[in-house]
């Protein structure tokens, strides 16, 4: 069975530019979040989705959004970037949204590597 | 705020040793504690998921216990090895009620293995 999966694996920018980041969770997992992480510091949360609706937001200025779409895939949408953008951003999906046991588990794909320049 | 902080920030150790590395946080109201690996460049990989109302879990040479009252995990790695070698994170999720439950991190152990 496929992981989460990401797209693209590297990204180069500039400044001012748009970027739009791809996820595909786990077959059968309906929750994605998204994660930035900055190097040498942990993932921070910027978004989760459950059944298409936005359920959860992070401290990420209005330039961050996303959307799920009917498979559970989600895109993650950057405007007006800036250099402090450069960083690895992860997606995770989860089962169910806070069901019990396991199901709770989170799950990361490889990330995608954005370079702002 | 939640914060997660993890101790020590590195760690390095000659191979075959045992390991404790630790997770403190400071709102002990949350759901679930996740264990996760990060190879260099790389994405997550899960370890251990500790529910709120367990004690600890354990996969293979890995254990992890939970102390929500406390606000504390620890991470025990036995009989470490080379391959072994990598950036610990440790993440809470909180009990929300409906809303946001994104996972918020430490900032990792990055732990070598001496061979």
């Known amino acids: 069975d496929a992981g989460v999966t990401q797209s693209p694996t590297h990204l180069i920018k500039t400044r001012g530019q748009h970027v739009t980041l791809r996820c595909s969770p786990i077959?059968?997992?309906?929750?994605v979040s998204w994660y930035q992480q900055v190097l040498g510091q942990g993932p921070q949360f910027i978004f989760q989705?459950?059944?298409?609706?936005?359920?959860g937001r992070g401290n990420f200025p209005d330039r961050f959004s996303a959307r799920q779409f009917p498979n559970y895939s989600s895109e993650l949408n950057v405007n007006a970037l800036l250099l402090g953008d450069s960083a690895l951003y992860l997606c995770?999906?989860?089962?169910?949204?806070?069901?019990?046991?396991?199901?709770?588990?989170?799950?990361f794909g490889p990330g995608t590597r954005l370079t702002v320049l | 705020k939640q914060e997660v902080t993890q101790i020590p920030a590195a760690l390095s150790v000659p191979e075959g040793e045992n390991l404790v590395l630790n997770c403190s946080f400071t709102?002990?109201?949350?759901?679930?504690l996740q264990w996760f690996r990060q190879d260099p460049g790389k994405g997550l990989t899960s370890l251990l998921l500790?529910?709120?109302?367990?004690r600890e879990q354990t996969s293979g040479r890995l254990n992890a216990s939970l102390d929500k009252s406390s606000g504390r995990s620890t991470l025990y790695i036995a009989a470490s090895q080379p391959g072994d070698s990598a950036t610990y994170l440790c993440?809470?999720?909180?009990?929300?009620?409906?809303?946001?439950?994104?996972?918020?991190f430490g900032k990792g152990t990055h732990l070598i293995i001496q061979p």
């Open positions: 995770a999906s989860r089962h169910d949204r806070l069901a019990g046991g396991q199901g709770n588990e989170q799950f």
């Open positions: 077959s059968g997992h309906k929750s």
């Open positions: 989705y459950y059944e298409k609706e936005e359920r």
């Open positions: 709102d002990s109201a949350i759901y679930n």
């Open positions: 500790i529910q709120s109302s367990q």
């Open positions: 993440a809470v999720t909180m009990y929300s009620g409906g809303g946001a439950d994104g996972l918020t």
